[in-house]
């Protein structure tokens, strides 16, 4: 029993020692996660949420009073921040199929993802409320 207390502490210490090292001596798959960003809507999580609020158009006003569904829609944020290939791929009805389409064209450039520092293209899907 002593022996495992002792092993198990060691790893412990071994683990903390090296999470300690320099970035330098990381394996370079690590190193590129490290060194890597997420695509992002400019300002963020949150006022994505406001701008496809904002930009949300329903069928009719029943539909705005009840949880009609969800689109989901897919795309590429391109190295300068465009957003490209926009397709749904889960849909709902041809009319809120469209409109999450739309709301996706609408948006503004995206601050694009980086690996290793430099720009690189991102596939997102992104579900849409309705």
Request: glycine share 4%; with cysteine; proline share 5%.
């Amino acid at each position: 029993m002593k022996s495992v207390a002792l092993l198990l502490c060691f790893s412990f210490f071994s683990v903390v020692l090296w999470a300690q090292k320099d970035n330098e001596d990381l394996p370079e798959a690590l190193k590129a996660r490290l060194n890597s960003t997420q695509a992002e809507f400019p300002g963020g999580f949150e006022k994505m949420k406001k701008f496809i609020e904002k930009q949300k158009r329903y069928a009719n006003k029943s539909d705005e009073k009840f949880h009609v569904g969800v689109v989901a829609v897919s795309f590429i944020v391109e190295k300068d921040g465009q957003l490209d290939s926009v397709k749904v791929v889960q849909p709902l009805t041809e009319y809120y199929n469209n409109e999450s389409m739309r709301i996706i064209k609408a948006m503004p450039k995206w601050k694009p993802a980086t690996q290793n520092g430099k720009p690189a293209r991102t596939q997102f899907t992104f579900p849409i409320k309705f």
